[in-house]
């Protein structure tokens, strides 16, 4: 007698049927038409999909009724330093670590506990479509046939290719690995145990001699980290250092405790590879206010500085999302090439033709007025992007890139209220 047993689900498997959950989700009282459109021959109603844009997936989709419509699913992005800090959880799953470390995505990529909380498949999901614009009623747009047949599509890409999700939502698997590198060297343990830098359990018989990491994977992560070790196990044995820096002694003023804290924070950076730079006054002052001992001393800088604290507030922002050429970016005008930013406007009305007539350009900034968007051009080739905040202003919003269109597309799913006026 034998029985039938269903064949255990696939990564690719896990990553769709995550997607299409969150797309239920989002579909409310619309999510029949998921059903009515399952089986449907999604790759031949739907046009090629576009997923290079960071947090997005577009493609132009046709229905039994011969009906055409561009349609995409927003699904949001992770910042660097959200990618970072679930590189850094990741560091103590072994077969996760293997498996990406070889070139492939894992399981555990789709649970929050082990990515730092940070959701890899977005909670909600957008819906655009030309055929069915947002109305009052949905103003993120509503769940179409359209973009029902797109979401199946999405899955079905999913299924033979789950790292797709990885570069949508902003770190290509190829950039993940290179982030689990980094946090690897800098997730070293004390010197008394220098010859083991990797997190427990990684590479000792319990996670690999056990069987629990595929042997290949176990030769990817060795090869990922064999520099660590040698050069680990080649140095010199060196005793820790047992000292302590005491606590600051009442008298201490806390600005002064604090640029102390900062400091060891930035030596620590260094030691884990972050390059030195030299920073001019304004941009290390917010750099020490971006850090938690910082915080506290914002009106006390701005006043030195002889700036509004709201004003102080908004370089800080940009400094966590752009670091210090965010912040120059955010202090003033700078020069710029016009062609490049000629090719970026050029880029934007490609990808939005409904921009047309509400995009200008001066200096290093593109802008929006009727969107409530901006982009500024950096020195280092990046497109800042930047939107109108609640009390007017333009406030650095996360999302900086070399892509201009990537960038815009950070600015617009960034939303605030307020009037939309021009800026210098």
Known sequence: MTTDTMPPATTGDLFADALMQAVTASAGRHHGLLDATRTLPHTAYTGQLNTTVTARVRATVSVPDSTRARTSLYLGFLTEEQWDQAAAGLTARPEALGALMSGRVHPDLLDPAHTAGHALVPAAVGFECTSHPPTAGHPEGRLCEHAAVLAHALAGRFRTQPSALLAIRGCSLGRLAAKLRTALTCSRQPAADIGTPLPAGVLSPAGIGSGSVRADDAYSLWQATADQTLSAAAAPAVEAPGYRLPEPPPGVSPG????????????????????????????EAVRHLATPAGAPLL????????????????????YRHGGPVGVRVAAEPLPADSETVERGMAAILTAQPTARGSLHSSGNRITNDDAGVQLRLGPDGRW??????????????????????????????VRRSGPRRSQP
Not at 263 to 269: E, K, T, V, Y
Not at 396 to 402: A, D, I, Y
Request: charged share 15%.
């Open 299 to 318: 009106g006390a800088v701005a006043a030195r500085l002889g700036q509004h604290p709201a004003e102080v507030r908004s370089l800080v922002l940009a």
């Open 256 to 283: 002064i405790a604090g640029m102390v804290a900062a400091a060891a924070q930035r030596a620590q950076d260094v030691l884990c590879g972050a390059a030195v730079e030299e920073l001019d006054v304004l941009t």
């Open 384 to 413: 800042f992007p930047f939107a109108v905040g609640l009390a007017g202003g333009w406030q650095p919003v996360p999302g900086p890139s070399h892509d201009p269109v990537a960038a815009y597309r950070s600015g617009r799913t």
